[in-house]
């Protein structure tokens, strides 16, 4: 990612999420906020940039933290983060492996759309492999998570579909599906993973959150 936040156009190539394309955007907006004066007790500092694709003409929203301490706020993997579009795969609670195989098949998206849709496909087997399914096909995988109740009905059915689309990819039979049905798949499983993995990441943050309010109520003394 490109920290220069100038307006103009970035001087490194930018991952678009909605379409794919690495390329050079347009810096159409910079909005930055931060500590207030140089003698507050911790100085921080945030810049939010709104880049343009040329491809796609869709926007891409970037927040750039920085502090004198390098330190990262919570659900934070780096001091560059993709707020818009949705990018689960930023967060920590999902598996590198996952959040990789995720980002090769979105990447795919603007170049083809069979590579994306076989992409999705391996990342959804990935996932349920990592949730401990078993068995040998991924029709079956999706039935033994179903099973238990991890994988609700509307993923399930969303599970399926990007199954069917990455099979019809695999066996050439791609042809009536276009850039925008895909589009849904990389939806799918990205929704798949905030369910799975963000959501009770930032479950168990809220809870750790409330505990530590409920020692600072009894014990006013800093706990670090
Ligand atoms: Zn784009």
């Given at each position: 990612m490109d920290s220069d936040c100038q307006k103009g156009y970035t001087t490194q190539p930018v991952l678009c999420l909605h379409c794919g394309n690495e390329t050079v955007m347009e810096v159409v907006g910079i909005h930055e906020w931060g500590?207030?004066?140089?003698?507050?007790e911790f100085q921080f500092h945030y810049t939010y940039r709104l880049l343009v694709c040329p491809t796609c003409h869709r926007p891409t929203l970037h927040e750039i933290y920085s502090d004198e301490e390098s330190c990262l706020p919570p659900?934070?993997?780096?001091q560059e983060t993709i707020l818009?579009?949705?990018?689960?795969?930023?967060?920590?609670?999902?598996p590198k492996k996952i959040a990789k195989a995720y980002q090769a098949a979105v990447r795919a998206h603007g170049i083809d759309h069979s590579l994306c849709a076989m992409g999705l496909r391996r990342t959804l087997e990935l996932i349920l492999c990592d949730l401990g399914a078993t068995e040998w096909g991924l029709k079956d995988k999706i039935e033994e998570i179903s099973a238990d109740e991890r994988l609700p009905e509307f993923l399930k059915e969303a599970s399926y579909l990007t199954k069917r689309f990455g099979d019809d990819a695999a066996h050439g039979?791609?042809?009536?599906?276009d850039f925008f049905d895909v589009e849904y798949m990389v939806g799918f499983v990205g929704h798949i993973i905030d369910y799975l993995y963000v959501l009770p990441y930032k479950l168990n943050g809220f809870k750790e959150h409330t505990e530590l309010k409920k020692k600072w109520a009894k014990d006013p003394e800093p706990i670090f």
């Open positions: 500590s207030q004066q140089p003698d507050d659900d934070y993997e780096s818009f579009p949705s990018h689960s795969v930023g967060s920590p609670a999902v039979k791609e042809a009536d599906y």
